[in-house]
């Protein structure tokens, strides 16, 4: 079935990058200054031995040994399917309640059969069958539809085989060919990393943007699926006693009036509406007298104020000298550019390296068998990331088909599966010192409520949900 357009109430903040190979690149994207992101679409990655590294063991990857591509997820409330990872393309499926996309990141490199890659992602994409597709990465072809023209020794039409691929799978390209380079060092400067998306993500195109002052000699790309975070985070109360007591004081006030409703529910359906509207009513009275909590961004301990100067700083002396024509004004700006980086790297490295070792100290002085020991065996391992399974000649699209899958091949006899409805909302519950609170201000309620329920022989439906 094909997936009409539409606009998601949620939203993924994806990052698109070419690190280049870089150790601090790759080290700033936890934290690098437009985030948090949800997912990150990479290429040139920084690897040891073949093996992405610098990355958050907490993140699932999808990444093949020795592969020029990645795509990391950040967010726990996505789910991961693993399609494809070669050495120049990597496929996920990426999915939430309201949206499933199969997401490419690709790389070609200048040395390559560029016009045989792009067969090799036709070929790919074609045995997926996605209607909803999201290709990002380095293609070092240029062509005047995503980039200026530059005049130089190299063609801009060297893209034309790229753009045929385009036009065969009906994508559209979301890069502005006016916005800033994507690519720029003192030897080149080129519009050749893109973005392209399937017309049902195309209430999408206009977040998407260029951003500088990078780590890497590539400027990144950032668009977002959506409005807000796609983390479906179930809201929880600050509380203390006073608050607790006026939320039981409120609801106390109108318990006459809820057992009342409660002794005229004489049917199970009438008990199912009865338990809707009494959550209805708590949560009305939370939300009036109790605040929330506030979501704090994670991050590292070590960074401060100190490095966000001295990244800007870097960045700026990056840029001053890439922008420089006299060749002498030029040397001398590339001198005052490297040493502040090298300044920013050893200072990074060392400040790192010190909260790391305080880490380790402050978890070995409580327990040296827990989380130390776990590093030193290798016993810390990433997110488990299912890989995509074959049903009917086709590869699953979700994680929950996937699951079903393997369970209806390793339990045959089980025919029952319990479904989700797409349309269902998140659960608005609340916390149970709330409850408690109730119970000791109207214990009656409650009470009646449970013995209604062992009456009529009936579990109410909504607290099944």
């Not at 399609?83 to 393309?89: D, E, G, S």
């Not at 036709?122 to 909803?132: D, G, P, Q, Y």
């Not at 691929?165 to 080149?188: C, G, M, Q």
């Not at 005229?264 to 338990?275: G, M, Q, W």
Request: positive net charge; proline residues 5%; charged residues 25%.
């Amino acid at each position: 079935m094909v997936q009409k357009p539409h606009k998601v109430a949620n939203g993924w903040r994806c990052l698109q990058a070419n690190l280049a190979q870089s150790r601090p690149a790759t080290g700033e994207l936890p934290t690098f200054r437009t985030g948090p992101h949800d997912i990150f679409l990479l290429q040139e990655p920084y690897t040891v031995d073949g093996s992405l590294a610098g990355t958050p063991m907490g993140w699932r990857v999808v990444h093949a040994q020795g592969g020029e591509t990645a795509i990391l997820v950040s967010n726990a409330a996505l789910d991961v399917v693993e399609l494809v990872k070669t050495q120049n393309i990597t496929a996920a499926q990426i999915s939430d309640r309201t949206l499933s996309v199969a997401v490419f990141s690709i790389y070609f490199s200048p040395s390559s059969d560029r016009t045989e890659l792009v067969a090799q992602l036709s070929a790919t994409l074609e045995s997926i069958k996605s209607s909803c597709v999201l290709i990002g990465g380095d293609i070092n072809m240029r062509q005047p539809l995503w980039g200026l023209v530059i005049r130089d020794h190299r063609s801009n039409e060297e893209g034309v085989p790229f753009v045929d691929f385009i036009i065969k799978h009906r994508l559209n390209v979301w890069n502005d060919p006016n916005s800033d380079l994507t690519y720029e060092t003192t030897r080149a400067k080129s519009w050749i990393d893109i973005t392209v998306a399937s017309e049902a993500l195309d209430f999408a195109t206009h977040t998407w943007q260029v951003t500088t002052r990078t780590l890497s000699d590539h400027n990144y790309l950032e668009y977002n699926l959506g409005k807000m975070d796609v983390a479906e985070r179930v809201p929880r109360f600050s509380l203390n006693k006073f608050r607790l007591r006026k939320v039981a004081q409120k609801i106390a006030d109108i318990n006459s009036t809820l057992l009342d409703q409660l002794e005229r529910s004489v049917s199970p359906e009438d008990l199912d509406r009865f338990v809707l509207a009494l959550t209805a009513t708590i949560q009305e009275v939370c939300a009036t007298y109790l605040k929330l909590t506030k979501l704090r961004p994670k991050t590292v301990p070590w960074w401060n104020a100190e490095f966000e100067m001295l990244r800007n700083k870097t960045s700026a002396l990056k840029r001053r000298f890439n922008r420089t024509l006299d060749p002498v004004v030029k040397a001398d700006k590339r001198a005052i550019y490297k040493i502040c980086r090298v300044k920013f790297r050893r200072t990074l490295s060392i400040k790192r390296d010190k909260s790391w070792a305080e880490f380790c100290r402050e978890v070995s002085s409580q327990n040296e068998f827990a989380l130390p020991y776990k590093i030193c065996a290798n016993k810390v391992c990433r997110p488990l990331v299912i890989r995509s399974i074959q049903v009917d000649g086709r590869p699953c699209t979700s994680l929950r088909e996937s699951i079903e899958q393997i369970v209806k091949v390793l339990f045959p006899s089980d025919n029952e599966v319990l479904t989700e409805s797409r349309e269902q909302q998140p659960r608005r519950l609340f916390q149970y010192e709330i409850i408690v609170a109730i119970n000791n201000k109207s214990p009656r309620l409650l009470v009646s409520l449970f013995n209604r329920c062992l009456d009529m022989g009936h579990f109410p439906r909504p607290w099944k949900k």
